[in-house]
């Protein structure tokens, strides 16, 4: 059985119940960052739960992972207006057109040759934009694959999830594509963070795991005490675990690098949990669809 220490967590209402809070990230500025993909909104918490809601036009365009940028800026996807988006925190916007249409970009994340690195979901794309908006694509091997969230790995390259080919893939600078299937069919990943341990943690959203890949492609999976709680996003936190979202299971959990789980249920029933991110208070923060982020204290 996992262990359920108690651990303090607070919930700040940022918007109705509609606009649904999804992707979260600590900002340069000591704050956290979120999306609102409903709504068309990026906000701004700081620890002490202070709230600045910025308006995307159009509304419509469904900005979904946001990520810190290496210019001082906050990055983010636009799944439905097929865009990037660029945020300064004093809250100028700036979007991207991507040059494929409907690409559905998804995940992105800072890559270590100073560009922002974006997956396309719709279009089995990977890409790459520079601060100053300049846009390379590079197709995929695999076809219906949906790429889906993306990290930096300790390789020099970017690793990505496939949810539809249920594989984990990386990428070059030069655009040298690698897929490792898993071992587990239907597994249907997601989140990807990159852990203190030299690997890649992973959740498998369809089998109810987390999973494990070193750069060689070496892949370990763990089963959750509950198969059916959906893992949907993973962080690596400074205390040498990765924390991930159970969205279907209303709560928060902390595996160790020898795959010990922890859990924590959320106070609010059915708060769909999905972004996950550490603050720059050392504390887990995680965006709530109902209209909150939690912030958990671990004991």
């Given at each position: 059985?996992?262990?359920?220490?108690?651990?303090?967590?607070?919930?700040f209402?940022?918007?109705?119940?509609?606009?649904?809070?999804?992707?979260?990230?600590?900002?340069?500025?000591?704050?956290?960052?979120?999306?609102?993909?409903?709504?068309g909104?990026?906000?701004?918490?700081?620890?002490?739960?202070?709230?600045?809601?910025?308006?995307?036009?159009?509304?419509?365009?469904g900005?979904s992972?946001?990520?810190?940028?290496?210019?001082?800026?906050?990055?983010?996807?636009?799944?439905?207006?097929?865009?990037?988006?660029?945020?300064?925190?004093?809250?100028?916007?700036?979007?991207?057109?991507?040059?494929?249409?409907?690409?559905?970009?998804?995940?992105?994340?800072?890559?270590?040759?100073?560009?922002?690195?974006?997956?396309?979901?719709?279009?089995?794309?990977?890409?790459?934009?520079?601060?100053?908006?300049?846009?390379?694509?590079?197709?995929?091997?695999?076809?219906?694959?949906?790429?889906?969230?993306?990290?930096?790995?300790?390789?020099g390259?970017l690793?990505?999830?496939?949810?539809?080919?249920?594989?984990?893939?990386?990428?070059?600078?030069?655009?040298?594509?690698?897929?490792?299937?898993?071992p587990?069919?239907?597994?249907?990943?997601?989140?990807?963070?990159?852990?203190?341990?030299?690997?890649?943690?992973?959740?498998?959203?369809?089998?109810?795991?987390?999973?494990?890949?070193?750069?060689?492609?070496?892949?370990?999976?763990?089963?959750?005490?509950?198969r059916?709680a959906?893992?949907?996003?993973?962080?690596a936190?400074?205390?040498?675990?990765?924390?991930?979202?159970?969205?279907?299971?209303?709560?928060?959990?902390?595996?160790?690098?020898?795959?010990?789980?922890?859990?924590?249920?959320?106070?609010s029933?059915?708060?769909?949990?999905?972004?996950?991110?550490?603050?720059?208070?050392?504390?887990?923060?995680?965006?709530?669809?109902?209209?909150?982020?939690?912030?958990?204290?671990?004991?």
């Amino acid at each position: 059985m996992p262990s359920r220490p108690s651990a303090a967590i607070a919930e700040f209402s940022v918007s109705d119940r509609g606009a649904g809070p999804y992707g979260i990230t600590a900002g340069p500025d000591g704050a956290l960052w979120f999306t609102m993909v409903h709504h068309g909104r990026i906000g701004r918490i700081t620890t002490g739960g202070d709230v600045t809601v910025h308006q995307v036009e159009p509304a419509s365009g469904g900005p979904s992972i946001i990520t810190a940028g290496p210019d001082g800026a906050l990055w983010f996807t636009e799944f439905r207006g097929h865009r990037i988006g660029r945020i300064t925190t004093a809250g100028d916007i700036t979007s991207f057109p991507l040059p494929t249409p409907d690409a559905g970009p998804f995940g992105i994340a800072a890559g270590p040759d100073g560009a922002l690195w974006f997956t396309e979901a719709s279009a089995d794309r990977i890409g790459r934009i520079t601060p100053d908006g300049q846009v390379t694509e590079f197709p995929l091997p695999v076809s219906g694959a949906f790429p889906s969230a993306i990290a930096a790995g300790p390789d020099g390259r970017l690793w990505f999830t496939m949810n539809q080919a249920n594989a984990i893939g990386a990428i070059g600078h030069d655009g040298d594509v690698t897929v490792h299937p898993l071992p587990t069919p239907d597994a249907a990943p997601v989140g990807i963070t990159a852990g203190t341990d030299g690997a890649l943690w992973f959740v498998e959203i369809g089998a109810g795991q987390i999973g494990r890949i070193t750069p060689d492609g070496k892949t370990g999976e763990f089963p959750l005490p509950d198969r059916a709680a959906r893992p949907h996003a993973i962080t690596a936190g400074s205390d040498g675990n990765c924390w991930f979202t159970e969205w279907g299971a209303n709560r928060i959990g902390r595996i160790t690098p020898d795959g010990r789980i922890e859990e924590h249920d959320l106070p609010s029933p059915d708060s769909e949990p999905h972004g996950i991110a550490q603050g720059p208070d050392g504390a887990i923060w995680t965006a709530l669809e109902i209209g909150t982020v939690a912030r958990l204290t671990a004991p």
